[in-house]
Every structure is written in C-alpha cells, then in structure tokens.
C-alpha cells in the first residue's frame, strides 16, 4: 500500500514537473523558481557529494540551473524531469571536478565548511575535518565513471535503478563499478589508516 | 545478493555492506534475522563486519555537510535572479545555420563544378598525351603512309628514343619524330600527299598520319610543306606551341624562325586559317584567325596581332621551288622559302582557285618560350622531351 501510494505520490510529482516545464517553454519565467523550489535540495546534494568539500558549491548549484534554463525548452518529456535533471547536475558537477582537479590545492578551500556546520565538539570537528579530506583525497584516485556511481550510491543514497537511469548505463554496470570502487575504498582506507578506531563503538 | 545466509557459506564484504546498511532488496527483518545468527555462528564474519561498520562509519561523517542558511539564502537570491532573466534562445544558432548552409553551398558547387573539372582534366590530359612523345597515340595496323623520296639527312626516332636514319620506302606513322642532321637540310617526300623540308637541328613529331590526315607538330626549327591538292574530308596541319596551321588551299611554306620571339603566319596567297591547336585554354573564337594573303599574323607574349607583311619580313618568303627538287636552296638559317602546290578545290571560304595559292610561315623561337611558358600556353602539365 506504501509502495502505491508512493508510486501515486511520484506520477503526481512528475505530472507537477511536467507542467512547469511546458509553462517555462511557454515562456513562464517563473516556472524555474518553481523546479529549484522543489528540486534544489537534491541537487545541491548530489552536486556536494559529487564534489565533496568545495567552495564553489553555489556556483554549481547555480550553473545547473543556468543549464537547464538553456535547455529547457529542449525537454520533450521523453523521461522523466528529475532523471534529466541528475544527468545535468552529475555534467555540471563533474566539470567543477576537472576544474578544480587542475586547479590542485583551491579544493580544500571548502573544507572549513565542513566544521563549519558541525555542532560537535572541537575534538570531532577536526576528525571529521580529516575524515572528509581523507576520502576525497581516496576517491580523488579513482576513475571518474567509479567515482560518480560511488558517489551517488554511498554518498548521495540513490539506488541502483536511478543511478543507472541518471547515467544512461545498465544497472549491472553500475553494480560492477561500484564494487571496484567500494573495494578501492576500502582497501586504501584500512591501509591507511582511515578508519576511525573508535567508530565502531559509536555505531554500536 | 539475495541468497540466504548460512551458517557455513560466508557472505563477501560487499554483501555485508548491503546487509549492514540494511539496502539490500527483500524482507530486511529477516535478513536482520538471519544475519544475527550467522553473526552468533561466525568469527570471522564478526571480524568482517566490525571493519564495515569502520568503512560505513568513515563515508557517514566524512559526508559533507549542506549548505547553511546563510548560504543557501544566498542561492535562492541567485536563482531566482535567473528566473526573472527568461528569454526564449534561439532555435538554431545563427552560427550553425551559417556553418551549415556554406556547407551545403559548397557541396552543391562541387557537386555541379565536377563535370567541368573532369572533362577540363580529360581535354588536359589528352593534350599533354599528344604532346608528350612517349605517349604519342600507338601506331595501328593500316596507319602510316609509305615515304617515295627520303634524303639522307633524315634520321627517325620512335618511342624508344633511337635515332636512326630514315630509308626510302619507310612508312611514316604516328609517334615517329623526324629531325634534319646537323647543317644539312633534308626533305621527305610522301607521293601524291605532301613533301616536308627539314632545315637543320629541326625536329618534327608526327601526331597522326594515315590516308586522310597528317598532323605534325614542330618542335624546333623549321619546316617548309607541299602539300598536294586535299579531297574533301582530308586535312594536312602543323602545330607549333599551341598553334595550329591548317592548310585551306594548296600551298604553303612552315617556317620556324630562330631569331623571332613568339609565332608568325604570313600568308602571300590564298588564305590560311591559324587557331589555338588542342589547347583547352585557348580554344574559342577568338583565338581562330584566317590569315589572308599579304596578311601577317602574329602572337607574342599571349597578343595576338592581324597585320600587313612587313618588307623586312615579306622579302624572307622567296618563290616557290618545284616539288621535287631539294629543298635546301630555297631555306637559309631563319628564312624560308614557299613550295609550290598543286591547288585545292574551291571552299566557299577561303575561294581557292585551281592555282597554288597558299604560302604563309609560322615562326616559332625554340629558345624564347620556355616550358612553364609553353605549359601556360598550353593550360596542362611542363612539357619534358
């Protein structure tokens, strides 16, 4: 019964997109106002996960909108609005990725954000401070088509099928990423030392 | 990954990830079940999953966290700041559309341009053949026609680049060139068609010779024709750089002039008509001229001028000699001297009467036109003999 109703709840969702999409096209400005009210927190959490700590987290925000206010008198509706919009978002992301690749040490600018928010002791400021630079700094040595499956899995919590429908790539081939990348991950973490000792104590 | 966990069969790494992070598809209370005995069972899975949860731990706090709200004010403003910035883009770029109609344009020119081109390259190619010993049109079973009178000044050379001297009786057949011998002038009498004197160091090819035809080419020199009176549907001509004499009448003289610069066609009688022989850039009306008598004709330096004889150069074209005696007294270095003919029968053009009555000469500089000159004439390749 959950699962029809949530079914119910996304076709009216996906309807709503719909709609705003042709009023855009019709020339409703507004409309995009509308998507980024509904839409804008997912992808600034996909492009944040994607990207990790950067300070240009708002600018990519920004430039996927600006994309889609490109491009979205192109839409067709063909499938669905979020599927496309995870395709941009996952584009726009990955160029800040290569940008700030070449730029080098500029990505660690946005780290001090991350303590920034975090209501916990000093202590464990630092550590996830540490920890956040210590997986980027991980995932930073994977190719960038396992970096983005194990982004969106692990980090931003998309399943399987979405990731697969947001790549264009068949759910087995999201599944043979990830576990190249998770096993990467893992591995290279435990040898360095990655893993919080006391971790397993919280989680318990 | 669905498969039910045993006591014996231990899942890999990656299924406890899915199992600890309670994702895995199917009943989770079960699972929840069955792992927790597994767990009770095993060891080495306890081992496991205590370095899962390290690894599970590390992603969750390592994850960045969203953006204040400061921050995300500030993105909204941003946002909403582009909504009000709607303008409808356009549906091709001009860019493109200029990108793809030159495009097409230029596809469409070639597509008509291109039969021009090929036949252009064919009429070039088939010009730079007839110019090019080597590949000068074969000799067939029946071409040629049999010489009555050689003198002995004459040698022959064939595609193989021999000389050799020239006997009586030899036919005479396409992609032969004939030359005089040093300081000897040498004449070559074809019964009943045409008799050709040879002034010294001149060289001759013979493009096509057969009962109707006879086209020669000068390539260096000088060479007097007689030719005697053409039927109907026969033609006797002599090219020269680009040039072509056609005998209209009976009689004429050929002279290549060593001294001048550029051609020369003088006529005394009758009439001759000179034009642009196979050259595919000079082919046109323009460049056909029928040179009257007491008419001088002359191209030089790609002008072509219609004028009366000069005395200088009228006092050069003697009287004619009889057909069968040598040669060699009626020619002098750069002067040549007309052959009498018998006449040809009347054309409506040129209203030749039964007398001989064509002489004219083309003088033609060997060492004043060099072969990108020649090629220019010529609108093909250099000519390399």
């Known amino acids: 019964m959950a699962t029809a109703q949530t079914k119910e709840e996304q076709a009216q969702s996906d309807a709503a997109d719909q709609a705003l999409v042709a009023a855009y096209q019709r020339g409703n400005g507004h409309a995009l106002t509308e998507l980024y009210r509904r839409h804008g927190r997912r992808v600034e959490s996909v492009a944040r996960n994607l990207v990790g700590p950067s300070s240009e987290l708002e600018d990519i925000v920004q430039d996927v909108f600006i994309e889609l206010q490109r491009a979205l008198y192109r839409f067709r509706g063909e499938s669905r609005f979020t599927t496309w919009l995870h395709r941009v978002t996952v584009n726009v992301a990955l160029q800040y990725l290569r940008k700030g690749r070449r730029k080098g040490f500029l990505r660690w600018v946005g780290l001090d954000r991350v303590t920034h928010n975090i209501s916990h002791p000093t202590e464990s400021r630092i550590e996830a401070r540490d920890l956040c630079r210590q997986l980027y700094d991980i995932l930073g040595e994977l190719p960038e088509k396992k970096y983005v499956v194990f982004a969106l899995y692990e980090l931003e919590g998309m399943t399987l099928e979405e990731i697969s429908t947001s790549l264009g790539i068949s759910t087995n081939t999201v599944k043979s990423r990830l576990f190249h990348a998770r096993r990467h991950v893992f591995d290279t973490a435990r040898q360095r030392g990655a893993l919080p000792s006391h971790a397993l104590q919280v989680i318990k | ?385």
């Open chain 2, 1 to 385: 990954m669905n498969e039910p966990l045993t006591n014996t069969v231990c899942p890999s790494s990656d299924r406890w990830v899915e199992l600890l992070s309670g994702r895995e598809d199917g009943d989770t209370l079960a699972r929840h079940l069955d792992l927790q005995q597994h767990l009770d069972a095993c060891s080495a899975c306890r081992a496991a999953t205590e370095e899962v949860r390290r690894y599970q731990t590390l992603l969750l706090r390592a994850k960045v966290p969203p953006l204040s709200a400061d921050q995300r004010q500030a993105l909204d403003d941003r946002v909403r700041m582009l909504s009000s910035q709607w303008t409808p883009p356009p549906r091709v770029s001009p860019r493109v559309a200029w990108g793809v109609a030159l495009a097409a344009a230029a596809v469409l020119v070639f597509l008509m341009a291109r039969p021009f081109m090929e036949r252009r390259v064919q009429r070039e190619h088939d010009f730079a053949q007839r110019l090019s010993l080597a590949t000068l049109p074969a000799d067939r079973a029946g071409e040629g026609v049999a010489t009555g009178v050689v003198d002995a000044g004459i040698q022959v050379a064939d595609r193989s680049g021999t000389w050799r001297p020239l006997a009586t009786g030899e036919r005479l057949r396409s992609g032969l060139r004939l030359r005089s011998a040093a300081a000897t002038n040498a004449r070559v009498v074809v019964p009943g068609r045409f008799e050709i004197v040879l002034t010294q160091g001149s060289e001759l090819d013979i493009l096509s010779v057969h009962a109707n035809q006879a086209y020669l080419r000068l390539r260096q020199g000088e060479v007097d024709c007689q030719v005697e009176k053409l039927r109907p549907g026969q033609h006797f001509a002599v090219m020269s750089a680009g040039f072509r004499a056609s005998v209209m009448g009976t009689r004429f003289s050929v002279q290549h002039a060593s001294a001048s610069s550029g051609v020369a066609v003088q006529v005394t009688e009758g009439a001759v008509r000179v034009d642009a022989a196979d050259d595919p850039n000079a082919a046109s009306a323009e460049t056909t001229t029928t040179v009257r008598p007491g008419q001088r004709w002359h191209y030089e330096a790609g002008r072509m001028a219609l004028e009366p004889i000069p005395a200088s150069v009228e006092r050069i074209v003697t009287p004619a000699a009889p057909a069968s005696q040598p040669t060699a007294a009626a020619t002098t270095p750069a002067v040549s001297a007309a052959k009498s003919v018998k006449p040809l029968p009347a054309k409506p053009e040129a209203a030749a009467p039964e007398t001989p009555k064509h002489k004219f000469v083309i003088e033609v500089p060997p060492q004043t036109m060099t072969p990108e000159e020649i090629q220019r004439l010529e609108g093909g390749a250099p000519v390399s003999h």
